[in-house]
């Protein structure tokens, strides 16, 4: 698996790809399991159109797995689009008291913890427009007919402020919480990094400090035997002088005696 911003030096990117991997993953594993247990209820109630978006789904996961040229930005906005029309599909197939907010809840959230809080709102922004949508539809057209689950239109509307005001919370606070994370990830990341070139530093100077010890002892032994050479030749100056007085007079009492004998 291929991931282009995995090993970049910024975490957050790295993380938030991990994050997203992982998310890409499970649900590739999950999706399968969900599609084969829904498929009693696809074929009871005839929803194609739910089948053929679990497949796309599942399709994209693999293609976003292990496409080896699409940049993290597409994989991340590709798979938080699929979660949006995943949740879409579900709520215009089965009905609103389905799993379908919970795809549109996990859209805003995780939207703000793989690309950040803009993201986040914008998620909620469309998640808003796009329940007053349906619910409008419901309330005003035949399509509220097959989903008979409010008994107003007004528990409808509250139900949706209800929802969409706890999904603000929950998305903001998540995006808020990751990035705080993530800073001081990359806080101990770049204390990890100055400790390590700190130690390289003293390593360096303890280095030139032995080099420099090595070469002073190594002077001091030269100047000791220099003065030691210096001693013996001073001794030896002094012997020969000695010498060479103790001879001037062995020579002079000698020529003395010659003259005497003479």
């Avoid at 990117?13 to 993953?25: D, E, K, T």
């Avoid at 005003?140 to 929802?163: C, H, I, R, Y």
């Avoid at 800073?183 to 032995?210: G, V």
């Avoid at 032994?221 to 010498?243: N, P, V």
Wanted: proline share 2%.
């Amino acid at each position: 698996i291929s991931w282009p911003h995995a090993i970049e030096e910024n975490s957050l990117i790295r993380w938030q790809a991990f994050i997203l991997s992982s998310i890409l993953m499970a649900g590739l594993a999950l999706g399968i399991f969900a599609l084969i247990s829904a498929g009693v209820l696809i074929i009871k109630e005839s929803a194609w159109g739910l089948a053929v978006v679990d497949l796309a789904g599942l399709l994209v996961c693999l293609v976003f797995l292990f496409g080896r040229r699409i940049s993290f930005e597409i994989r991340a906005a590709g798979t938080l689009l699929g979660f949006y029309i995943i949740g879409i599909a579900v709520i215009l197939s089965v009905g609103i008291m389905s799993g379908g907010p919970a795809w549109l809840f996990a859209f805003s959230v995780l939207a703000g913890v793989i690309m950040g809080k803009r993201a986040a709102l914008a998620a909620l922004l469309l998640n808003g427009v796009s329940l007053f949508t349906i619910g409008y539809l419901t309330a005003t057209t035949s399509l509220g007919d097959g989903f008979p689950f409010f008994k107003s239109p007004q528990s409808m509307v509250a139900a949706g402020v209800n929802f969409m005001v706890l999904n603000a919370i929950a998305a903001v606070s998540v995006s808020a919480l990751v990035r705080g994370l993530f800073h001081l990830i990359e806080k101990k990341e770049n204390l990890a990094k100055r400790l390590i070139k700190e130690r390289q530093q003293l390593m360096a100077i303890r280095k030139d400090l032995e080099t420099q010890i090595r070469e002073r002892k190594l002077a001091e032994k030269q100047l000791a035997h220099a003065r030691k050479m210096e001693s013996i030749g001073t001794l030896a100056g002094g012997i020969a002088h000695d010498f060479n007085n103790i001879l001037y007079m062995i020579l002079g009492n000698t020529e003395l005696a010659m003259e005497d004998l003479g």
